[in-house]
């Protein structure tokens, strides 16, 4: 997914300019003494977007994790999961932050990819369906026949909307689908171009405090509560070459991630750090969890439910995905 491919433009009127900065890492361990470790490779170029789900990469960076492993790692900013696809292909990444939307439907599509860890999960009010104050759009029923923006189409923003539609009793096809970059969908509101948006962080705060919408429905409840967003990939070429130094890379980010998924102080000091998302709009937003374990029954959810919608046109068994499995 795209999810948050234009989430580095910035949000007009509320100052968030992008003024991305990279994480220097504060180890005494260099990546030139990885040799004795037996790393295959001692630096590694990561993408990550610039939005809280990737907070634990840059917190295991600052905190000089990875430099404990003998690991270098340059953060490199991407546009989205899909986006970085290509990047992971070419070897410009070696690792990158991608949404399991796009992952699945990558693979589905002949893609070698290898998942190597947890990111992001879903939790109440993080992905929510907005309209303008005075709309007369009450519940999620009423937006038969109506226009729905979207950051990107057939993913996990449609996916999300669509089983919101099915608990109202309406279809994807009873709505208009309108991609829009989240930055655009405030003004496309409030122009009357779409009657409704689905927005996440830090955008839903962006907009209630810029344009006072209000939210009309969580997306992320019933068949999608508490559901896997994002994780992190390589190539399968990748994993099979470099096995040593993906798992020191993975213990490292692992430190990370216990300490986001246990310390929101964390994240939100460290978010303001690498992306545009100013300190005090880190300290309100509302947050997912940050999983500590890659769960295949937890990413096997997403697929079975893309299956579901059409998505995917065969079931896909996630457990060959999971860095460490065989390809068949």
Known sequence: MRRTSQAIAYIAGLGLTLALTACSGSGEVSAGQASGNGLEKTTLKVGALPIPDPAALFIAKAKGFF???????????????????????????????????????AVSKGEKIKLIADAYQAAPNTFNLMVPKDSPIRTAADLKGKTVAVNTLTNIGTLAVTATLKVAGLKADDVTFKEYPFPEMGAALTQGQVDAAWVTEPFITATQSQFGF??????????????????????????????KTLAAFQRALA??????????????????????IKQETAAVITLGTFPTTLNETRLQRVADLMLEYGYLTGKLDVKTLLAGASTP
């Not at 492993?69 to 900013?77: A, D, Q, Y």
């Not at 209000?214 to 967003?229: E, F, S, W, Y």
């Not at 991630?257 to 102080?265: C, S």
């Not at 994240?267 to 303001?272: D, G, K, L, S, T």
């Open 214 to 243: 209000r939210k009309l429905a969580d997306t992320m409840t019933g068949q999608t509560a508490d559901l896997p967003i994002a994780g992190w990939m390589a190539t399968d070429e990748f994993a099979k070459n470099n096995p």
């Open 255 to 276: 430190k990370g991630q216990q300490l986001a998924a246990n310390d929101r102080k964390e994240v939100e000091a460290i978010v303001p750090t690498y992306t545009s």
């Open 67 to 105: 430099k404990e492993e003998g690991l270098e790692v340059e953060t490199s900013i991407i546009a989205g999961g899909a986006a970085a696809l290509p990047k992971i292909k070419n070897g410009s990444l070696d690792i990158s932050q991608t949404n399991y939307v796009s992952t699945f439907l």
